[in-house]
């Protein structure tokens, strides 16, 4: 009998609590429903307080805005992030509540360091790939051609930073980077000359054959004044090239020397001169 009224007091306490949460919850639903707590402002910041340059506050907003749902309580701040970053130039959006009406957005924007591949992508400086107006992307400066195998993008951004400052003893700068699909490298420089690096054997590899051709390149730019088209750096101890005004000697001892340049037909094809076994 004990047993029983004591179970019967501990149902009634449940019974009691359950509609006490129940009764608490209704009257936080209908404050939350108050009219006070309708979003009024949406404001949108860039991150670190950096200026955007892409992205207009105004327009970003408006186009934003009337996706939202809810109110200051209700409204799916991570729905919200997701909104904002599916807008172009966006990278990265963070979303927080500001009491009691207002979300307040910080957007963070690429930076476009050149195009991916062929369907028009723009790779940023952090080495995300996004999609954009490439003519807006050209307006900061002329944009390098960078392509490689999916998944390769950061290698490929690494790789071309570090080309850039190695070929600035000479003046070069690189306008094109292709990685191949067997992780073959080459590079275009903005003399129109190709430079055919190879796969990288080590970490140096790249490096010890771009300081190689740098340091010999002025002595063949002094004596290919017409302009080299392709060099070959894929060699242990030398490297081979073609030019259109590179003519062979007929005794192979003596020095090549470059010849006046002539008018060339569409179908003929440059002279190679090749400089010890490739690796």
Same mark, same amino acid.
């Given at each position: ?61 408006? %186009?934003?805005?009337?996706?939202? +749902? #809810?109110?200051? =309580? $209700?409204? *799916? !701040? ?41 369907? %028009?992508?723009?790779?940023?400086? +952090? #080495?995300?790939? =996004? $999609?954009? *107006? !490439? ?145």
């Amino acid at each position: 009998m004990w047993h029983d009224v004591r179970a019967l007091n501990a149902s009634a306490s449940g019974l009691m609590a359950a509609v006490v949460i129940a009764c608490l919850a209704s009257a936080v639903w209908w404050l939350s429903q108050l009219p006070m707590f309708t979003l009024r402002t949406v404001r949108v910041d860039s991150v670190y307080g950096m200026e955007l340059k892409h992205v207009n506050k105004l327009t970003l907003r408006a %186009g934003v805005v009337g996706r939202i +749902k #809810g109110n200051f =309580f $209700t409204t *799916n !701040l991570e729905q919200v992030r997701t909104a904002f970053e599916a807008v172009p130039w966006v990278r990265r959006a963070e979303v927080r509540r500001e009491w009691p009406d207002q979300l307040i957005v910080e957007v963070e924007e690429h930076e476009a360091l050149g195009t991916w591949g062929e369907d %028009g992508r723009l790779l940023s400086l +952090k #080495g995300d790939v =996004f $999609t954009a *107006n !490439l003519a807006e992307a050209d307006e900061d400066h002329p944009l390098p051609a960078l392509d490689g195998p999916e998944g390769s993008e950061k290698e490929v951004l690494a790789r071309f930073l570090e080309l850039r400052a190695l070929f600035l003893p000479v003046a070069l700068v690189p306008e094109k980077l292709d990685l191949s699909s067997r992780y073959a490298w080459t590079v275009k420089l903005d003399n129109g000359m190709s430079v055919a690096l190879g796969r990288e054997q080590d970490k140096t590899t790249l490096k010890k054959r771009v300081q190689r051709l740098v340091g010999i390149y002025p002595q063949l730019a002094s004596r290919l004044q017409d302009g080299i088209d392709t060099i070959d750096m894929r060699y242990q101890n030398g490297l081979a090239l073609s030019a259109a005004a590179l003519v062979l000697p007929s005794d192979p001892h003596k020095p090549v020397k470059a010849a006046v340049r002539k008018a060339v037909k569409p179908n003929s094809r440059s002279t190679s001169s090749k400089i010890k076994q490739r690796q």
